[in-house]
């Protein structure tokens, strides 16, 4: 789908979706973390647009309910032609979705480390919580795991594919402030967007960040994303950056913060062990996801 195409069906989808549309959650569901269908329609289908592939297995976690589920998920989803079912899973068939193999096993090794890092992250969430979400890989897939969580929540995000997949959620109050968009990033940035996000009083900031040192602390490549940043971690309580192994004990060009002002790292399991002991040798906050 050409960008002008994908955009205005982001639009529609964020801010012109009809109120009969939106999610109702019943209370006569049998459990109290499913969700219906639909939501899980949608969910499932972000997944395959971001990663190409899908296995059930991923979904069952994802989605938090039965393997069952997950199938027959997939099956109405087949029927009606949205994606194709695979031994073990299910393929996209839109035709800008991910197929190269190689580069889809590269994402499934990056988005592994990703949702291990979401899975923890939404522990320290509470119902009704004030949240914000800066633009980033792991913050969409952090996204993801609130939105099959959590019924009542405020998001303040600058990132248009987090603001989608929060689309359905009735229960979340859903900001985005106003700025410019960053085509590559599918976000918005610039100083408007900081001064209001400056105005909100956030229990807790999650932040994607570039690169991670204990020198050099936080920094970025992205000039825009970098001011928002700064902007989320001084409008928030508990600061709690999420970051796969791979950025640690590398710098970008733009300097955020020190690590004494952030409250925790969230990593993975990949992350090495001296380092990672290093870390905790310098008195900073880090915690392995795959551990806790």
Do not use: W
């Not at 997949?165 to 985005?176: D, H, L, M």
Request: glycine share 4%; net charge neutral.
């Amino acid at each position: 789908m050409c960008f002008p195409h994908r955009f205005q069906h982001l639009l529609d989808e964020v801010f012109l979706v009809p109120l009969k549309q939106i999610l109702r959650i019943n209370a006569k569901t049998r459990r109290n973390d499913e969700m219906l269908a639909p939501e899980r329609h949608r969910l499932i289908l972000l997944e395959l647009e971001s990663k190409g592939q899908v296995t059930v297995v991923e979904l069952k976690s994802l989605l938090q309910v039965s393997l069952d589920t997950v199938r027959r998920d997939l099956e109405q989803l087949e029927q009606e032609d949205k994606i194709r079912r695979v031994h073990g899973g299910a393929v996209s068939k839109r035709e800008d979705a991910v197929t190269n193999q190689a580069f889809f096993k590269r994402t499934i090794s990056q988005n592994g480390r990703k949702q291990e890092l979401a899975m923890y992250a939404v522990e320290l969430v509470k119902e009704y919580q004030a949240i914000s979400l800066n633009a980033g890989t792991t913050n969409i897939e952090v996204a993801k795991r609130l939105a099959a969580r959590f019924d009542k929540l405020t998001v303040i995000t600058n990132s248009l594919r987090i603001a989608e997949i929060f689309a359905q959620k009735k229960g979340f109050t859903v900001i985005i402030p106003g700025g410019y968009l960053d085509h590559e990033e599918f976000s918005l940035y610039g100083r408007s967007m900081v001064e209001e996000i400056m105005n909100f009083n956030i229990d807790l900031a999650f932040i994607s960040i570039n690169a991670i040192s204990l020198k050099k602390g936080l920094t970025d490549f992205r000039q825009g994303e970098a001011e928002v940043i700064n902007a989320m971690l001084k409008s928030a309580t508990r600061k709690v950056v999420v970051a796969d192994s791979s950025k640690f004990e590398t710098v970008s060009y733009l300097n955020i913060c020190g690590l004494d002002q952030i409250d925790l790292i969230v990593t993975d399991s990949l992350m090495d062990k001296d380092l990672f002991d290093n870390y905790k040798k310098h008195n900073i906050s880090i915690i392995n996801a795959s551990l806790s």
